[in-house]
């Protein structure tokens, strides 16, 4: 089945030490988003991809970067995670900008000690 | 700046009775999608049903269905015949038509169902 797979389920880092969060479509899908969900919170749109063009949200700290290698992947690096960068990231994708469905992944839930 | 509020974090209803989730938006366009989505504990965000602004007529998918007032801003699921596996956070949402798909989210509404 096409899907948006997002591995690992659960990552734990340690504060300050970087880590990536992958995911993956089988869906050939045009644009990627990444949001962050804190818990108990509304997910928040970080940035996205629209093919290699990388859309920023203004809030989304310097810390976050994103990584686009080809229409099936797209990675999230967190450069020095702090404990408030503990959260459910969740990936989704559309097939265009004027396609109304995001397909989200399962999520990743980052822990930070 | 759009804005979406859920006025209810937790809902509960007995299985196979009705409930009515709750949405407000706050919005400047004409033009806009509507969504509910759903966030079982532990598994993937899904739509449950969307409705396009300019569409008058309230969307409908199976037991779940939406009273949309355009002019009041307001957009609430109603979950007919309940069942078990209707248990999870559901998430109302807004985006404009046009231009990336940036989906707003409301804080959600945490659904139990008794049985």
């Known amino acids: 089945d096409a899907m948006v797979i997002q591995n690992p389920r659960y990552q734990v880092t340690q504060f300050g030490k970087p880590v990536t969060l992958s995911c993956s479509q089988t869906?050939?899908?045009?644009?990627m988003y990444w949001y962050q969900q804190k818990s108990s919170q509304a997910p928040k749109l970080l940035f996205h991809?629209?093919?290699?063009?990388?859309?920023n949200e203004a809030d989304t700290p310097d810390n976050f970067q994103s990584r686009r290698p080809n229409t099936s992947f797209c990675f999230l690096d967190i450069r020095s995670p702090g404990l408030g960068d503990a959260a459910m990231y969740l990936c989704a994708t559309s097939g265009d900008y004027n396609t109304d469905t995001q397909y989200f992944g399962p999520g990743t839930r980052l822990t930070v000690l | 700046a759009q804005t979406v509020t859920q006025s209810q974090p937790e809902m509960s209803v007995q299985e196979a009775e009705t409930v009515t989730l709750s949405c407000t938006y706050d919005?400047?366009?004409?033009?806009?999608?509507l969504f509910w989505y759903k966030q079982p504990p532990s598994r993937q965000m899904i739509l449950v049903i969307r409705q396009e602004a300019y569409k008058q007529q309230n969307a409908t998918e199976n037991r779940f269905s939406v009273n949309f007032q355009k002019a009041a801003k307001s957009f609430s699921l109603k979950i007919s015949d309940s069942q078990l596996g209707d248990a999870a956070m559901y998430f109302c949402?807004?985006?404009?038509?046009?231009?990336?798909?940036?989906?707003?989210f409301g804080q959600g509404t945490r659904l139990t169902i008794n049985p």
């Open positions: 869906l050939n899908h045009n644009v």
């Open positions: 991809y629209y093919d290699k063009d990388f859309n």
């Open positions: 949402a807004y985006r404009i038509i046009q231009g990336a798909q940036k989906l707003v």
């Open positions: 919005t400047s366009e004409s033009d806009y999608y």
